[in-house]
């Protein structure tokens, strides 16, 4: 009979992959959460995947770009910078093998992976997923960063749940919402936006009540599409301004991927 190694199972390093909208704040949070992590007691690395990042204001334990530069893919395919992502998507598929190599050989509790801000890119590209797959497996989960201004307003949170959606419906991996830069917003407006993931109605009445125009319509019926595949849910607000939410995110991760147990330490 094949036994079953629980305890690699359970000692196994848990994925973090930190998406969203460009500038919602995915370096930042990987940054922060390492530092918390560190300041818990728990060991965190980090991997750069955006091969395009000019500086990062962290130090990342694994960083793409010493397999592929954005600048370098431009220059010998003769691509713009666009064109030059993608093709740089395909080739971080290609290493990452060897790239999983390098992850693996760290003996740590958590992998927090800061992705490109280029969020089409890592949604819609086969390669993301082979990314995924190959370095995380099992123990993947994603964080999808909610952009305040955006997520302020009832349409622009219908959009950033479509986004949301779209992520999770291509990655099948659990997926985490968060409120990002919610140092940003009033007490106010947390309070409206957190209801709104929590209370379908009183989404629909803040988009009935917002305006008649036709894309309200619009994100009405995308929202009772949404509803209907049980896509949505309740956000957490986080800031790497102040560190709020960040226990929230370390504990709906442990609930996630190790059934709620704690990482011994
Ligand atoms: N007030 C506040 N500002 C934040 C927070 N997180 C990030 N920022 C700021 O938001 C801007 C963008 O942050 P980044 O972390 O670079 O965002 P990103 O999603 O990694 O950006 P791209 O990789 O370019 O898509 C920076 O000016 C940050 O200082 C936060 O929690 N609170
Ligand atoms: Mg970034």
Same mark, same amino acid.
């Given at each position: 009979?094949?036994?079953?190694?629980?305890?690699?199972?359970?000692?196994?390093?848990?994925?973090?992959?930190?998406?969203?909208?460009? %500038?919602?704040?995915?370096?930042?949070?990987?940054?922060?959460? +390492?530092?918390?992590?560190?300041?818990?007691?728990?060991?965190?690395?980090?991997?750069?995947?955006?091969?395009?990042?000019?500086?990062?204001?962290?130090?990342?334990?694994?960083?793409?770009?010493?397999?592929?530069?954005?600048?370098?893919?431009?220059?010998?395919?003769?691509?713009?910078?666009?064109?030059?992502?993608?093709?740089?998507?395909?080739?971080?598929?290609?290493?990452?093998?060897?790239?999983? +190599?390098?992850?693996?050989?760290?003996?740590?509790?958590?992998?927090?992976?800061?992705?490109?801000? +280029?969020?089409?890119?890592?949604?819609?590209?086969?390669?993301?997923?082979?990314?995924?797959?190959?370095?995380?497996?099992?123990?993947?989960?994603?964080?999808?960063?909610?952009?305040?201004?955006?997520?302020?307003?009832?349409? %622009?949170?219908?959009?950033?749940?479509?986004?949301? &959606?779209?992520?999770?419906?291509?990655?099948?991996?659990?997926?985490? $919402?968060?409120?990002?830069? &919610?140092?940003?917003? $009033?007490?106010?407006?947390?309070?409206?936006?957190?209801?709104?993931?929590?209370?379908?109605?009183?989404?629909?009445?803040?988009?009935?009540?917002?305006?008649?125009?036709? +894309?309200?319509?619009?994100?009405?019926?995308?929202?009772?599409?949404?509803?209907?595949?049980?896509?949505? %849910?309740?956000?957490?607000?986080? $800031? $790497?301004?102040?560190?709020?939410?960040?226990?929230?995110?370390?504990?709906?991760?442990?609930?996630?991927?190790?059934?709620?147990?704690?990482?011994?330490?």
């Amino acid at each position: 009979m094949q036994s079953v190694n629980f305890n690699a199972l359970v000692m196994a390093a848990k994925h973090v992959y930190f998406v969203g909208t460009a %500038g919602c704040g995915k370096s930042t949070l990987t940054n922060a959460f +390492q530092l918390w992590l560190q300041n818990q007691g728990y060991d965190g690395i980090t991997v750069n995947l955006d091969p395009g990042v000019g500086t990062l204001l962290y130090a990342p334990d694994v960083d793409v770009r010493d397999w592929i530069k954005i600048e370098e893919v431009m220059a010998e395919q003769g691509l713009g910078p666009n064109g030059a992502q993608v093709a740089a998507a395909d080739m971080i598929a290609l290493n990452i093998r060897e790239i999983a +190599q390098v992850v693996d050989g760290f003996d740590t509790d958590y992998v927090l992976i800061d992705t490109p801000g +280029q969020v089409e890119l890592f949604t819609f590209r086969q390669s993301s997923r082979v990314v995924v797959e190959e370095l995380s497996g099992e123990a993947a989960s994603i964080c999808y960063l909610f952009d305040p201004m955006l997520a302020k307003t009832p349409n %622009g949170y219908v959009s950033s749940m479509m986004l949301a &959606s779209t992520v999770h419906f291509r990655m099948p991996v659990p997926l985490i $919402s968060l409120l990002s830069k &919610s140092d940003l917003l $009033s007490e106010t407006d947390t309070e409206r936006i957190l209801l709104w993931g929590q209370d379908y109605y009183a989404l629909l009445n803040a988009l009935l009540d917002e305006s008649a125009e036709a +894309q309200t319509q619009v994100s009405i019926e995308f929202l009772q599409a949404l509803e209907t595949l049980g896509a949505g %849910g309740s956000l957490i607000p986080v $800031s $790497s301004e102040t560190g709020a939410g960040l226990e929230d995110i370390y504990a709906t991760v442990q609930q996630i991927l190790e059934g709620g147990e704690d990482v011994e330490h």
